[in-house]
């Protein structure tokens, strides 16, 4: 018996030494004596070959398309800053953007900013500026704080965009690019997503209810507001004082970008508009690899939803009839859905009664 008990657990020792030696584990000794990266940087964006190889690989889905890049902050506003004054919130932001830019360009997009330097730019101008403009999609980019000092040891990624699906001004195209950038985001630089939801992103009215975010509730394209991290959090802090970890953020949002434009998102376009019997008829095209099926479309008519008896779709074709509306202006909205679960742009038409 004291022979076995004696050897029994040499021979598990001896069993997990040759483990840890095939497998490559380190032992406590070999990691203490191992220095330690707070971050690591893919080859994708240290690789000049590879690096040139991804932007090509985006820009056939990203090129000639124009984004309005916001960075949050700046100017008369620098009060968010981290524990130890490492990093303020309107540089990093300023950072992240300018990196963003670099790639977007490279990939053939045409980029605007509302500020390229630390210059104060007021919330309203931001929205009325990108809305003047020839952008078709804004992204607003910011570093987070939690709302009580005490919850530093909080950092994740989230991804805003407007509204809540209930709503009339809720486009499902904002939330569907706001997935794909939280994701690479998140993956990107080894953080989790937010757990306000399953992919952290997160609706606007979250923060404030029935208003949401000015940028996003004044902003008439497209637009989403990136909260890349949380500068409160002494790790991340750290982090967010080395450049080259600020390109890596934007490496990410850069990636889900152009992973969303490269996605079968529907396109609608309309076809024909016309008076049948007394009623206003439209036929909308949709242009879908995937399935387009009725119980995901919705048609709102100057902002209520339109029945499903009033529309239908067949061969990737939706009829619509608006009755009388050819008396009077009316707005109406289209949201399709596919299989994938992504839905179209915003697609809106204004119809008046000397054209209809």
Known sequence: MNKFAISKPVVVIILGSLFLSFTGCTTVNQISETSCSLYEMPPDLTDTAINDSVIKFYSAALK????????????????????????TEADINLRVALYLRDFLTRAGAKVLMSRDTDKTVELKERSRLANESDAGFFISIHHNAPGKPTDSHINYSSTYYHATEDDYEHDPSNRDLAKYINRDLAFNTGRPPGLASFDGTVS???????????????????????????????????????SLYNKLEA??????????????VPQLSLKTKQIVKSRLELKVDIASKQEIRSHQIKVFKNKELLPEKLFTVSNNLL???????????TVVKVIVTNKSGLSNLPFVITLTPEVN
């Open 251 to 264: 490496w990410g949002i850069f990636k889900g970008t152009g992973k969303y434009f490269r996605a079968a």
């Open 64 to 87: 000639g398309k124009v984004f309005y890049l916001d960075p949050g902050h700046g100017g008369s506003d620098r009060k968010n800053k981290s524990p130890n004054g490492l990093v």
């Open 204 to 242: 606007d009215y979250l923060i404030y209810p029935g208003d949401g975010f000015s940028v996003l509730r004044n902003t008439n394209i497209p637009a989403v507001l990136v909260e890349c991290s949380f500068f409160t959090n002494l790790n991340e802090e750290i982090r967010l004082s080395d």
């Open 319 to 329: 009829t619509i009839d608006l009755g009388d509306s050819w008396k009077k202006e």
